[in-house]
Nanobody, 125 residues
């Protein structure tokens, strides 16, 4: 059974940083493009950033360009999200996801599998 476990969320002041981790079990992680999504209360799930299965190609939502960096360690089955210069509008539950369909740089949640519970990120002073 595939399982994702997201961690690293918390409360941070505006301008601060956090590093999220996603640990995956099973073969579903290997050779799969991955992504981070987020969902704020009352809003739809939103694409944040994606990464190819080799890790050599990434693509970001405009709202996080220059602030967030995605990376992965396939040997460990791990996905990471380094978040810098956090702002209150970044407050959301963050989810890792596996891409299973769609174009190479899809941002559509329908093209991804979500199997984790997410991790809460709150940016507030």
């Amino acid at each position: 059974q595939v399982q994702w476990v997201e961690s690293g969320g918390g409360l941070v002041q505006p301008g601060g940083s956090l590093r999220l981790s996603c640990a995956a079990s099973g073969r579903a992680f290997n050779w799969s493009p991955m992504a981070w999504f987020r969902q704020a209360p009352g809003k739809e799930r939103e694409f944040v950033t994606g990464i190819s299965w080799t890790g050599d190609m990434t693509y970001d939502a405009d709202s996080v360009k220059g602030r967030f960096t995605v990376s992965r360690d396939n040997a460990k089955g791990a996905l990471y999200l380094q978040m810098n210069s956090l702002q209150p509008e970044d407050t959301a539950v963050y989810y890792c996801a596996r891409k299973n369909a769609g174009p190479l740089q899809s941002q559509n949640p329908r093209h991804f599998d979500f199997w984790g519970q997410g991790t809460q990120v709150t940016v507030s002073s």
